[in-house]
């Protein structure tokens, strides 16, 4: 587990917190009052039925969506707004930018841009936005496309990789800005099933060799289980349930959440959860109807 | 006919001038109506309703005026408030302000057709507004405009026309004095020629622009693949054919 001690700012601030957030799309409220931090150097995954807002949450931290009242704030500092003498008011778009600078998102549609090739994809930012020299941005690119397995694909468009390999480089997109939090959404929601591992490895051994801190939604609850240290688990806005993901899918206190783990990963016929203890699965070949 | 090739010979290097005209006309219009459509289609997109209302209010007016009206206003009217212009600016800054506006209904429209996927991933970067339209979003565009403005930019080689009417000798005017020296078949028939010739050399050209654009996006081949008339493939296949 990554240590938040050799963080700058101290092990004590947290890299998210959500403080009374709320979110309303017109008259439906998707989060009333949400509070939650997110400790330096975690890997939190959301799980919860659909519709629960888990999607919102991050697009909330990636300022995609407004805040509706509350505060986010990212190491300490206000994102979006801030709490002046008990008056809530709306930071600049120059200090949003700045706060942005720290989190990375990666899409469940890869949104690599098709107007250039996969090198100018990953070092647009880095150059234009952080101010690196294009040589370095380069150098530096190169290394990630290596680590995603794609280093013979840096003068490909985008149009012309498989949905996977697009999604390995956003995800060499996004950590080429060497970011603080790394945002993912269903990231392998698109993708064919045969594919889904080789992006999820990737993103294991991402989790494995930084600190970066992680918010993470995912139906793959194997990859839950791997990569996070937290589970938050939602519904209707709220967190139902938390632990680390040993208690979580193991010894699983509400009873919600048994439903959604039955209903989400349990085998059909069996009912079996595919990591409890005990007589190891049996296959379904071996069931009989 | 012979007099009328004589006559065609005698005017013809005040027949060239005047296709001349209309070129710079439009390439001048052009240029205006280009500058125009892209400040206006961006500024109809701002979330600022003063801004928003400002170039929407723009934007229908120099549609909704005739071309005539405008050219006469800027070229008899102006003058009259103290602001002499010459013909020629005259006659460009009302083509360019009134096929503009209709272009920057299209700029507006396809920065609006590019998915909404690739704005949030310009914020995930932290991109500014600037950066993101510049770099991104502008670009895919351009791709999806260059239809529509093909077809505005041969309106607007036609609507050149108009502009004889304010003492300028562009190819029109000169057909008109040609159609003396000869006869109306004839001189409007070299019109006729004449301007479809411009409009498809402006068609090719545009043509050109879709083929690289859409080639930067990473779909059809490019530029040079496309001009190039000997084809690999088919060179097989037409020696394949000859055979059997
Ligand atoms: N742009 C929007 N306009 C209106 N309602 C929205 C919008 N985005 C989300 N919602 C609503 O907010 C609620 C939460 O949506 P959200 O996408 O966060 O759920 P989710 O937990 O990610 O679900 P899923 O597992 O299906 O992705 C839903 O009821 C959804 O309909
Ligand atoms: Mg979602």
Redesign the interface.
Known sequence: MPSNTDSPNGGNVPAIRFDDVEKRFGDTVVLDGLNFTVNKGDRVTLIGPSGSGKTTILRLV???EELSGGYIYIDGEPLSHDNVDGKRVELN?KHK?EI??R???V?Q?F?????MTVMENII??PV??LGMSKDDAKERARGLLQQVGLADKEDA????LSGGQQQRVAIA??LA?DPEILLLDEVTSALDPEIVGEVLGILKHVADTTDITMLIVTHEMQFARDVSNRILMFDGGRIVEEGTPEEFFTHPKEQRTRDFLQAVVADPITGALPWQPGPATPTRDGDTL | MDSNIEALVAALPRVLDGVWITIQLTLGGAALAMVIAVIFGILARSSRTLVRGFARTVIEFFRGTSLVVQIFWFFFVLPQLGVELHPMAAGILALGLNYGAYAAEVVRGSINSVPTGQWEATTALSMTRAQRMRRVIFPQAWALMIPSLTNLLIHLLKGTAVVGTITITDLTFRLDSLQRDTNTFFAYGLGLVIYFVLAYILTLIMNALEVQAKHRLGRGESLKEALSLRSPDTGVEAGEAAKS
């Open positions: 990636m300022t995609l778009e930018n942005r600078k989190i990375g998102m899409f549609q949104n690599l841009f098709p107007n647009e930012a234009h936005v468009h985008p149009l012309e997109r996004a800005m």
